[in-house]
């Protein structure tokens, strides 16, 4: 007999059917539930089975249920829609010809080589997610052919590195005559031995709103969508570089794994206002990160993460204020660019700074390394701690290079842990009252500066002949003062810088020891007034520094001691003074009271 589902009837199937002759539809055919099927048989004898789907005619295979064949004459042919939701299949049907529409919206369609595409006829998927879609699938050889249609469903909005495969099969010939993806998001489609594969690609997405506003509102960008979030290697490029001043937050909330970016670039330049980008508890991943001068990052409690491929650079105008982060990505600061930390941890990247770091409050703690040819500056809340346990999961190091000054205020300085820390000195560190302590590879090829205050080191120091330790007098009671706990070698030079005008007796110690080896090969003492010189000893304990005054008597007449205009210079001797009267004459000098 011969079955005709008439435009607008239905035909709902949840247990077989099996056709043993002819089934046209132009209405709707719907196969589901627990065990719907349609068995189709067609032996070119008494068995004439098979469908077809005219333009209008919808099938419907729901759920993994479907149509199959059973000899080798069965055929449908679809000149309307197939729909597939939920799983379904036509296999093991030779005669299987498409001219109309596929359309897989969730799970997979499971076909076979007798899939025949027609050029007028189309294949539509439907990505609801990275994880559900619709999928086709064909056994054997497929004859590409027709139209590929990519639709998205559920608001889903695709991030980068996104990847399906749409179409799978055995092999294939041929390929899809026309291919319309969504506009939305840039795609790579390839076609190799085993599938159709689709993915969301690498894309310059930039800020557009100079009112500033929320990192997540697609409104903000061009074009309108979010970035961030891709697959590791198929990211978003990034640029907030629109002139003017204004705040970006990048309200992605607390996650734990990796935000991935491919590049982030922020600044629009001198002179075009200040672009800032608020950033908390996140784990940013940027394949490159670049502040450049007009931006400015406001970091706190985020994860900074790169696989140590490039680093993130604050370029000379540009600024990175963080609070609270760990950086697990090398940061390089070149000249003019600015970081400020505030309890920070440098993990296992490298900071390279060419401009200032600076360190206000709290402690910086480095579990990785640091080379500084700017100027690191230690506040009078802030702090460096230097972790090396000699493996690579603590090289905590800093490496102050020629050109390169590190400044410590008041109480506050550089301490190490763990055994295996380090400090290279080859430039200036400069203290008004720090320390250095517990550093135990702590070597001087280059100036240590005592400003103001003591600045308090241990036996952990090693002196280089290079270096030097310098001193700055700035009254008889505020000078700089260099105080080594243990037994200290002595190399290199002392030098001492006078800012002030000493009188005789005026006496310093500015540098004290428990004990000590060696002698300085330089004692670098500034030149003092006509008739001043100076007395030092270097001690058991301390190195002692005195102004002694040469007076000479003049008055070949004779006269009272007490009299300044007997005396070059002009003053009366003091205690500290060494006095001359060998002018040539017959003379008396009285020493009045």
Same mark, same amino acid.
């Given at each position: 007999?011969?079955?005709?589902?008439?435009?607008?009837?239905?035909? /709902?199937?949840?247990?077989?059917?099996?056709?043993?002759?002819?089934?046209?539809? &132009?209405?709707?055919?719907?196969? !589901?539930?627990?065990?719907?099927?349609?068995? =189709?048989?067609?032996?070119?004898?008494?068995?004439?089975?098979? =469908?077809? +789907?005219?333009?209008?005619?919808?099938?419907?295979?729901?759920?993994?249920?479907?149509?199959?064949?059973?000899?080798?004459? !069965?055929?449908?042919?679809?000149?309307?829609?197939?729909?597939?939701?939920?799983?379904?299949?036509?296999?093991?049907?030779?005669?299987?010809?498409? @001219?109309?529409?596929?359309? $897989?919206?969730?799970?997979?369609?499971?076909?076979?080589?007798?899939?025949?595409?027609? &050029?007028?006829?189309?294949?539509?998927?439907?990505?609801?997610?990275?994880?559900?879609?619709?999928?086709? $699938?064909?056994?054997?050889? /497929?004859?590409?052919?027709?139209?590929?249609?990519?639709?998205?469903?559920?608001?889903? +909005?695709?991030?980068?590195?996104?990847?399906?495969?749409?179409?799978?099969?055995?092999?294939?010939?041929?390929?899809?005559?026309?291919?319309?993806?969504?506009?939305?998001?840039?795609?790579?489609?390839?076609?190799?031995?085993?599938?159709?594969?689709?993915?969301?690609?690498?894309?310059?997405?930039?800020?557009?709103?100079?009112?500033?506003?929320?990192?997540?509102?697609?409104?903000?960008?061009?074009?309108?969508?979010?970035?961030?979030?891709?697959?590791?290697?198929? !990211?978003?490029?990034?640029?907030?570089? /629109?002139?003017?001043?204004?705040?970006?937050?990048?309200? !992605?909330?607390?996650?734990?794994?990796?935000?991935?970016?491919?590049?982030?670039?922020?600044?629009?330049?001198?002179?075009?206002? =200040?672009?800032?980008?608020?950033?908390?508890?996140?784990?940013?991943?940027?394949?490159?990160? @670049?502040?450049?001068?007009?931006?400015?990052?406001?970091?706190?409690?985020?994860?900074?993460?790169?696989?140590?491929?490039?680093?993130?650079?604050?370029?000379?105008?540009?600024?990175?204020?963080?609070?609270?982060?760990?950086?697990?990505?090398?940061?390089?600061?070149?000249?003019?660019?600015?970081?400020?930390?505030?309890?920070?941890?440098?993990?296992?990247?490298?900071?390279?700074?060419?401009?200032?770091?600076?360190?206000?409050?709290?402690?910086?703690?480095? +579990?990785?390394?640091?080379?500084?040819?700017?100027?690191?500056?230690?506040?009078?809340?802030?702090?460096?701690?230097?972790?090396?346990? %000699?493996?690579?999961?603590?090289?905590?190091?800093?490496?102050?290079?020629?050109?390169? *000054?590190?400044?410590?205020?008041?109480?506050?300085?550089?301490?190490?842990?763990?055994?295996?820390?380090?400090?290279?000195?080859?430039?200036?560190?400069?203290?008004?009252?720090?320390? =250095?302590?517990?550093?135990?590879?702590?070597?001087?090829?280059?100036?240590?500066? *005592?400003?103001?205050?003591?600045? +308090?080191?241990?036996? @952990?120091?090693? %002196?280089?002949?290079?270096?030097?330790?310098?001193?700055?007098?700035?009254?008889?009671?505020?000078?700089?003062?260099?105080?080594?706990?243990?037994?200290?070698?002595?190399?290199?030079?002392?030098?001492?810088?006078?800012?002030?005008?000493?009188a005789a007796g005026d006496s310093f110690t500015p540098l004290t020891y428990d004990s000590h080896s060696g002698n300085f090969d330089r004692l670098n003492l500034p030149t003092l007034r006509t008739g001043q010189s100076w007395q030092s000893s270097l001690g058991a304990t301390a190195l002692t520094l005195q102004i002694a005054e040469s007076i000479t008597w003049t008055n070949t007449v004779g006269g009272n001691w007490s009299d300044p205009n007997n005396w070059n210079p002009n003053q009366v001797p003091g205690q500290f003074d060494d006095v001359g009267i060998t002018l040539p004459g017959t003379y008396t000098?009285?020493?009045?009271?």
């Amino acid at each position: 007999g011969i079955i005709t589902v008439n435009s607008g009837a239905g035909l /709902a199937l949840d247990n077989i059917l099996a056709l043993n002759g002819p089934l046209t539809n &132009s209405g709707t055919l719907t196969v !589901e539930g627990g065990g719907g099927a349609i068995s =189709i048989l067609n032996n070119h004898a008494g068995q004439l089975g098979g =469908i077809v +789907n005219v333009s209008g005619g919808i099938i419907a295979l729901n759920n993994g249920n479907g149509i199959t064949g059973g000899n080798q004459y !069965e055929y449908v042919v679809n000149q309307g829609t197939v729909n597939s939701t939920g799983g379904g299949h036509i296999q093991s049907v030779p005669g299987f010809t498409n @001219s109309g529409v596929i359309n $897989v919206s969730t799970s997979t369609l499971n076909l076979d080589s007798g899939l025949h595409l027609q &050029s007028s006829g189309s294949v539509n998927v439907q990505l609801n997610s990275a994880g559900d879609y619709g999928k086709i $699938v064909i056994l054997g050889n /497929a004859a590409l052919n027709g139209a590929f249609n990519v639709t998205l469903g559920n608001g889903y +909005n695709p991030a980068n590195g996104d990847a399906f495969q749409p179409v799978a099969y055995g092999s294939h010939s041929g390929s899809f005559t026309a291919t319309n993806l969504p506009a939305l998001v840039p795609w790579q489609m390839t076609y190799d031995s085993s599938a159709v594969r689709l993915q969301v690609v690498t894309q310059t997405i930039t800020w557009t709103n100079t009112a500033g506003g929320n990192w997540s509102n697609p409104n903000n960008w061009s074009p309108n969508i979010v970035p961030g979030g891709g697959t590791y290697g198929n !990211e978003d490029d990034v640029q907030i570089i /629109a002139p003017g001043t204004y705040t970006v937050v990048m309200d !992605e909330g607390v996650v734990s794994s990796p935000y991935y970016l491919h590049g982030l670039t922020l600044g629009a330049g001198n002179g075009n206002g =200040i672009q800032t980008l608020v950033v908390s508890n996140t784990w940013p991943d940027a394949a490159s990160l @670049s502040v450049n001068a007009g931006g400015q990052v406001d970091s706190s409690g985020n994860h900074w993460f790169n696989n140590w491929v490039t680093p993130l650079i604050i370029a000379s105008g540009g600024v990175f204020n963080s609070t609270n982060d760990l950086f697990d990505q090398h940061v390089t600061v070149n000249r003019g660019g600015v970081i400020t930390t505030v309890n920070s941890t440098n993990g296992n990247g490298w900071f390279t700074i060419g401009g200032a770091l600076n360190i206000p409050a709290g402690v910086l703690t480095l +579990n990785g390394g640091t080379t500084n040819f700017g100027t690191i500056t230690i506040g009078n809340g802030g702090g460096m701690s230097v972790n090396d346990n %000699l493996v690579l999961s603590d090289a905590g190091s800093i490496m102050n290079r020629v050109g390169g *000054a590190i400044d410590l205020a008041n109480n506050h300085g550089i301490s190490g842990n763990k055994g295996g820390a380090y400090l290279s000195n080859q430039g200036a560190i400069n203290s008004s009252g720090g320390y =250095i302590l517990s550093v135990s590879g702590f070597t001087n090829s280059g100036t240590i500066n *005592a400003v103001s205050g003591t600045l +308090n080191l241990d036996s @952990s120091l090693k %002196l280089q002949s290079s270096g030097s330790l310098n001193a700055q007098l700035n009254s008889a009671s505020d000078y700089g003062k260099i105080a080594i706990s243990g037994k200290a070698g002595f190399t290199g030079a002392f030098n001492v810088t006078l800012n002030y005008p000493p009188a005789a007796g005026d006496s310093f110690t500015p540098l004290t020891y428990d004990s000590h080896s060696g002698n300085f090969d330089r004692l670098n003492l500034p030149t003092l007034r006509t008739g001043q010189s100076w007395q030092s000893s270097l001690g058991a304990t301390a190195l002692t520094l005195q102004i002694a005054e040469s007076i000479t008597w003049t008055n070949t007449v004779g006269g009272n001691w007490s009299d300044p205009n007997n005396w070059n210079p002009n003053q009366v001797p003091g205690q500290f003074d060494d006095v001359g009267i060998t002018l040539p004459g017959t003379y008396t000098v009285v020493m009045d009271p």
